[in-house]
């Protein structure tokens, strides 16, 4: 890839542009990013009742979609209750004098990130856009759509599916009978909102082993190769996170593996394009 200080064209100027240049263009998207934001974050101010409430503590209440799929699913298997989940029954507490405020702030903000997630890539392309030659762009066509999908994909699939097994498999966990979890509102929310983002951000696995196959730095024989590993990893992080049944670990494993081979895929297509040019400059 060409440097990114290549300046954009102005009147046919095809100067590259000097450090400070590129810091200032570099603090507009960052500012613009910031403001996207801050939208977000307003957005999740003024329906904070819903969004607390009913998304982010909708894992613990018996009612959430999730369980009542899953018990049809079992029903349907004709497995009786084995993938039944009914919520959670756990006292939770705020011990800090501000930790509620502290949770709220956190959460309308990640939320504000997550509501203008695209538009915040979209600045990023608009930085990097320059530093591409036409062919690149041409390659790239369409990547702010698939990177959008990926990621809204990836925090729907955190949340219905490994936040549910999660919570409820913390919430089981027990060393000993005689001691009651309760968990403090921040930790609740410090281990739900990272498996939400966090998946978001694992579906980009695809469009990552894209571009890092582009640059040479993996292949789809190497990822091949290490196929059995990646699925080793997947099914083990699987298995800990949910009830200890076949199907339950199934169901989270299935779209991660899914993920890994359309990686192997995006590589191989890389490589055969990369062919035909050296065929064609030869």
């Not at 929310?189 to 730095?217: D, E, R, S």
Request: hydrophobic fraction near 50%; aromatic fraction near 14%; charge should be positive.
């Amino acid at each position: 890839m060409k440097s990114i200080f290549r300046k954009r064209l102005r009147a046919g100027s095809r100067d590259e542009m000097t450090f400070v240049e590129h810091l200032d263009e570099l603090r507009k998207h960052l500012f613009r990013s910031a403001l996207a934001i801050g939208v977000g974050a307003i957005i999740m101010v003024i329906y904070n009742n819903f969004i607390v409430k009913k998304v982010l503590m909708g894992p613990i209440h018996s009612d959430f979609i999730t369980y009542g799929y899953l018990c049809k699913i079992s029903q349907y298997l004709h497995l009786g209750d084995r993938l039944c989940m009914t919520g959670i029954k756990i006292r939770m507490q705020s011990n800090a004098v501000a930790g509620q405020f502290d949770v709220f702030f956190n959460i309308i903000l990640i939320g504000g990130f997550i509501l203008a997630f695209p538009y915040v890539f979209w600045q990023f392309w608009q930085f990097t856009k320059p530093a591409l030659t036409s062919k690149e762009l041409k390659n790239s066509r369409g990547v702010i759509f698939w990177v959008s999908i990926l990621f809204f994909t990836g925090v729907l699939f955190g949340y219905f599916v490994i936040a549910p097994y999660t919570i409820n498999f913390f919430a089981n966990f027990k060393i000993d009978d005689n001691i009651e979890n309760i968990w403090t509102i921040a930790s609740y929310f410090n281990t739900l909102v990272p498996l939400i983002l966090g998946a978001g951000l694992a579906f980009q696995l695809p469009l990552v082993m894209y571009f890092l196959a582009k640059v040479g730095v993996v292949s789809s024989a190497w990822l091949r190769k290490s196929r059995r590993y990646a699925i080793l990893i997947i099914v083990i992080v699987a298995g800990i996170i949910t009830p200890p049944d076949m199907l339950s670990q199934i169901i989270v494993s299935v779209p991660l593996i899914g993920l890994y081979e359309i990686s192997i895929l995006l590589a191989k297509r890389v490589e055969k394009q990369q062919k035909i040019e050296e065929a064609q400059w030869s």
